[in-house]
């Protein structure tokens, strides 16, 4: 089945500065890559994803990368502010896995002022 | 997109004791999935919830110890059974497939956070 490796694990990042979390996948049919956003105490939130058949896609100061043919995806988080402080988590699905997602480890950011 | 709720929300149990803990969609949705979260750990998927037949379960997880139901397109319960510590946890339950959602888009209910004494 499924895996999903996701690095760093911790990482922290001056105000301002840019933050990259990376994630590898094992199976070559999953076709949809998620980002989730985790507060303490909250639940995970869907903050972007993409698509087999795209290799970036970006929402204001988050983007997501995708390397098909090295089974890599990546989050980027440009001029980073304390709010972005969380757990992000990648996740990998397939229309053939019926849809359920396996979840990186998580990486828990944190911003300092 | 889809509002989800689930009961309780917390909940402290003896061991040997069952906790059924419901998930409620306002919206007919696809797919409804759930998940455990242990504490300061990812998400690990338990079954895919179907409607109206029984639940696909993952490895690792079995019927007996968490059986599912769902009897519509908007309502699914886990029943966590024979509790034991080991049991203390976030159970959420997601869902995907709402029309107002993409096939894909998979969107979480508020968790229910189980300690097990």
């Known amino acids: 089945g499924e895996n999903v490796e996701q690095h760093p694990s911790t990482l922290s990042v001056q105000e301002g500065d840019s933050a990259v979390i990376k994630c590898t996948y094992s199976?070559?049919?999953?076709?949809?890559f998620p980002w989730y956003k985790q507060e303490l105490g909250k639940r995970p939130q869907l903050i972007i994803d993409i698509r087999s058949n795209v290799g970036e896609k970006k929402d204001q100061r988050i983007a997501v990368t995708l390397n098909k043919t090295a089974k890599h995806f990546s989050l980027h988080i440009t001029e980073t502010q304390p709010e972005d402080s969380a757990v992000y988590f990648c996740a990998a699905s397939g229309y053939n896995q019926g849809g359920k997602l396996i979840f990186g480890q998580g990486t828990e950011l944190s911003v300092k002022p | 997109s889809a509002v989800i709720s689930q009961k309780p929300s917390r909940d402290i149990c003896q061991r040997g004791t069952s906790l059924t803990i419901q998930c409620q969609v306002d919206?007919?949705?696809?797919?409804m999935f759930w998940y455990r979260q242990q504490p300061g750990q990812s998400l690990t998927l338990i079954a895919t919830?179907?409607?109206?037949?029984?639940?696909?379960?993952e490895s690792g997880f079995v019927i007996d110890k968490f059986p599912i139901s769902r009897p519509n397109l908007t309502f699914s319960t886990l029943t966590v059974s024979n509790m034991s510590p080991e049991d203390s946890s976030i159970y959420l339950c997601?869902?995907?497939?709402?029309?107002?959602?993409?096939?894909?888009?998979?969107?979480f209910g508020p968790g229910t956070r189980l300690t097990v004494t």
């Open positions: 919830a179907n409607q109206g037949s029984e639940a696909t379960y």
């Open positions: 199976d070559s049919a999953s076709n949809y």
């Open positions: 919206s007919q949705v696809t797919m």
């Open positions: 997601s869902v995907t497939g709402d029309r107002s959602l993409s096939s894909y888009e998979q969107y």
